[in-house]
């Protein structure tokens, strides 16, 4: 006799996972695609040229935002991260691709987001014009023991469904927004220029930003992938405000 296995137990994460899983993304991207303005078929020389002795032409294009040349490249990620995080990041639309992972067509795994005791837990102010706080360990341990008590009655009221024969689409909706999602997004330098700019603060920022932080740990890692794979871009970008040309 065939035993049936154990349904999965829930478990809890405080990080994201951001992977770089295919590119066509450097800083010669650029300089080809400026310089057929001014030299036709000429600028396939980019192609196979330095990048670095026409760095100025990038922060050129950079301070004075042309913007079109840094769209010619492309990278795709693999992001795991909870659902709320996914909902703010569709938010950007212009340049971007995405395929998520569908609670119709296969069985959610129990994983969930519990912030660790770096999260500031305590909002201060009025909208616009607040700021998060440390919050007290009391705090930090009713936020724990509440979500993943939460979860896991969630979890729980999900495979009752589930066993009782109700579909999956259905099902899904006693699930909440912690729970782990992944999915592909792919977007060229110009549009993860713009989604930096809004969705992670940084000293050199001339515009303030004020993320999430669950997305902006999305968005510190993609762009450690990106300043690796076109650095001269993205000291370009830093260097002129971390505004998207």
């Known amino acids: 006799m065939t035993e049936t296995p154990e349904p999965a137990k829930p478990s809890f994460r405080s990080d994201v996972t951001v992977e770089l899983v295919k590119h066509a ?53 693999f992001i795991s991260a909870p659902i709320f995080v996914f909902r703010e990041f569709m938010r950007h639309r212009v340049g971007w691709s995405y395929n998520e992972e569908s609670g119709r067509y296969r069985e959610l795994e129990p994983v969930f987001y519990v912030p660790d005791a770096s999260r500031k837990l305590v909002q201060q102010g009025r909208p616009g014009k607040y700021e998060f706080v440390e919050g007290t360990q009391a705090q930090q341990e009713l936020t724990g023991r509440v979500m993943e008590d939460s979860y896991r009655q969630a979890y729980e009221a999900y495979q009752e469904m589930l066993a009782a024969g109700v579909a999956r689409e259905v099902a899904r909706a006693v699930l909440p927004v912690g729970l782990f999602s992944s999915m592909y ?51 370009a970008f830093n260097k002129n405000g971390r505004v998207a040309p």
Do not use: Y
């Open 185 to 235: 997004a792919t977007c060229n330098a110009r549009s993860l220029m713009h989604f930096l700019g809004l969705r992670t603060q940084h000293e050199l920022a001339k515009v303030p930003s004020f993320p999430q932080r669950e997305i902006e740990m999305v968005g510190q890692q993609m762009e450690e992938h990106w300043a690796r794979l076109m650095p001269l871009t993205h000291a």
């Open 25 to 77: 993304a450097g800083d010669s991207d650029v300089l080809f695609a400026a310089r057929v303005s001014t030299a036709g078929e000429q600028s396939l020389e980019e192609v196979t040229k330095d990048p670095e002795r026409s760095k100025g032409l990038i922060n050129f294009l950079m301070r004075d935002r042309h913007g079109s040349p840094f769209e010619h490249n492309s990278m795709t990620f």
